[in-house]
Structure formats: C-alpha cells, structure tokens
T-cell receptor
Framework: AQKITQTQPGMFVQEKEAVTLDCTYD???????LFWYKQPSSGEMIFLIY??????QNATEGRYSLNFQKARKSANLVISASQLGDSAMYFC????????????FGAGTTVTVRA | DAGVIQSPRHEVTEMGQEVTLRCKPI?????LFWYRQTMMRGLELLIY????????DSGMPEDRFSAKMPNASFSTLKIQPSEPRDSAVYFC???????????FGAGTRLSVL
C-alpha cells in the first residue's frame, strides 16, 4: 500500500500568489514524522519543513507552512508569496518508528511559477 | 558548514564497467543513507549505516551493488558490473540521529550505456 500519496503531478501558480501542495499518508504508527523536500531542476534535494505527529502547532519555516490535519492524515505544504525560484519538484515524505525511521517518499508534485 | 558532498556529479560508463560513487556526510552525523531516484520508481532507499555499520541493506537491488563506510567521513556505493538499467540519480544523505532530518547531497547522475 502506498504510504505517501501526492495526487497533483503538476501545478501552475502565479508569482506572488500562494500555492498548496497536497499530501496524504497512511500509517498505524502513533509516532511518525512528516517532511517536505524541494528538488529544483539542478537536481539536489533540499529539506524544507518537518512536522512531528505529536506536535500541537503546524510547522512554519519562512514562506513555508505545513497544514497538518492528523485525523484526515494529511500534511499539505503551503508556499506563500510564490517566487520564480520556487519552480521545482516537491516531495512529501514520512518516517515511522515501525519502519525503523526510514523515509517513505511520495511521487512528487511539480510546481511552475509564472511571472 | 559543508553539506553532504557527493562525487562525481555525473558519471557515464559502459555496460560491464565498475562504478564507484562517493559520499562525505555532514560532520557529526551518525546516519548515512544511499538512495536511488528513477522516473519509474521514484526515490528508493538502498542501504543505511549507523556509526559506520550497515543496518539495513534490504533495498539493494542485487549482488552487483555493494556499499561500505570505512570511517565516519566517507562512504562508497559500488556497482560491479554496471548495467543500463542502473542508470539513475544516486543520492547520499546524512542525519544526526535516529529519525532526524536527512540532509541530501547534490546527487550523482549515472548513465550506463
């Protein structure tokens, strides 16, 4: 079964607007962590933001915020005030204690920011 | 602080040749991971080490693949003999602790002709 589902293969967003990337996950582990990574066209994987399953508040890092809805098992990434440099592939990932803390990645969402 | 350093960035080789990919983790990180990224299969964990010891190599596709970590600052992933289906981007990542954030290197793009 797919542990991480990213249903949007590609998205377009206008510069300076906000964009939400969907991520749903499947786990029976009460202790887990959710991550978002950015992969620009240059290829590197850049860590963006982390949310722990017991965290009470949604994580934020600059223009990135994570909309964590535990009951719905969703961990959507919100990028505010999009910039041209935000054009990239974005991956959602989960680590579970049950899985020896190994990361499971989604298929990714490509974001293209238009000027 | 230097991040995870991988070399080479690009490797083109012929089928049957030996390929060695190299990784230097972030200093002080106890965990090192090797991943492979392909269009068909996405990102797959191949193997990971804790304190230089291989913990889980269940993702290594076959015996042609081997990985070593002789010390805390260096790891290699070797493919011998290489095949065209091994063409992919190989990432190394390191983490300071169990379950911690994994920081990735820039990757090695391998093409086997």
């Amino acid at each position: 079964a797919q542990k991480i589902t990213q249903t949007q293969p590609g998205m377009f967003v206008q510069e300076k607007e906000a964009v939400t990337l969907d991520c749903t996950y499947d786990t029976s582990d009460p202790s887990y962590g959710l991550f978002w990574y950015k992969q620009p066209s240059s290829g590197e994987m850049i860590f963006l933001i982390y949310q722990g399953s017991y965290d009470q508040q949604n994580a934020t890092e600059g223009r990135y915020s994570l909309n964590f809805q535990k009951a719905r098992k969703s961990a959507n990434l919100v990028i505010s005030a999009s910039q041209l440099g935000d054009s990239a592939m974005y991956f959602c990932a989960m680590r579970e204690v049950f899985n020896d803390y190994k990361l499971s990645f989604g298929a990714g969402t490509t974001v293209t920011v238009r000027a | 602080d230097a991040g995870v350093i991988q070399s080479p960035r690009h490797e083109v080789t012929e089928m049957g040749q030996e390929v060695t990919l190299r990784c230097k983790p972030i200093s002080g990180h106890d965990y090192l991971f090797w991943y492979r990224q392909t269009m068909m299969r996405g990102l797959e964990l191949l193997i990971y080490f804790n304190n230089n010891v291989p913990i889980d190599d269940s993702g290594m596709p076959e015996d042609r693949f081997s990985a070593k970590m002789p010390n805390a600052s260096f790891s290699t992933l070797k493919i011998q003999p290489s095949e065209p289906r091994d063409s992919a981007v190989y990432f190394c990542a390191s983490s300071p602790r169990t379950g911690g954030i994994q920081y990735f290197g820039a990757g090695t793009r391998l093409s086997v002709l």
